[in-house]
């Protein structure tokens, strides 16, 4: 499902772009400074990791422009259980320009306590990235992978059980300026 605010939107193409079929335009719109657009599970409490193992793996590029001091935004892809605001429990990358240099950084989030590491891997605008949240069985270990290289391992406040039950989205979030924003 689609989810936005406040001048957001989604859109879908056929044609491919780079080899990659199927593309997912998210936009933040240009006229407010919390624009938010989502792709998402139906449910954001979908899946209970500690029962079975957990993949989610999409390509992603961050289009044309990148986040900035004056144009900021944050882009959020895997396990979440909440797409409008701080998550409590969680399994993903992030992306904005103030965090890490600029990098992908891997994030794990149980009961609003979270882990985080920097991938080293830089974000660059027109570039599209292979990343992958590999969840195992026992919910004891979370690994994340960009272009087929794992760049983190986390073991700690991994979400578990059905208290923290979590779905699955791209999210991406401007917090600052009216440039449009789109990935």
Not at 1 to 24: E, H, L, W
Not at 69 to 76: G, I, K, L
Not at 131 to 138: R, S, Y
Request: glycine content about 10%.
């Amino acid at each position: 499902s689609n989810s936005t605010a406040s001048g957001g939107s989604v859109s879908y193409t056929q044609n491919g772009d780079s080899d990659q079929v199927g593309i997912v335009v998210l936009s933040t719109g240009s006229t407010n400074a919390a624009g938010r657009a989502t792709i998402c599970s139906n449910q954001q409490d979908a899946f209970v990791f500690g029962t079975r193992a957990h993949r989610f793996e999409t390509n992603v590029t961050v289009g044309s422009t990148l986040s900035t001091a004056a144009e900021t935004y944050t882009y959020e892809i895997g396990f979440f259980d909440n797409l409008a605001g701080t998550v409590a429990n969680a399994a993903y990358f992030t992306y904005t320009h103030g965090t890490n240099a600029g990098n992908w950084t891997c994030v794990t989030v149980a009961n609003s306590t979270s882990t985080s590491t920097d991938s080293t891997i830089s974000v660059s605008v027109n570039t599209y990235y292979r990343l992958e949240v590999c969840v195992n069985a026992a919910a004891n270990s979370v690994e994340f992978w960009i272009n087929g290289v794992k760049r983190a391992t986390h073991t700690t406040n991994i979400p578990s059980g059905t208290g923290q039950r979590v779905g699955i989205a791209v999210n991406m979030r401007k917090s600052n300026g009216t440039g449009l924003r789109q990935a």
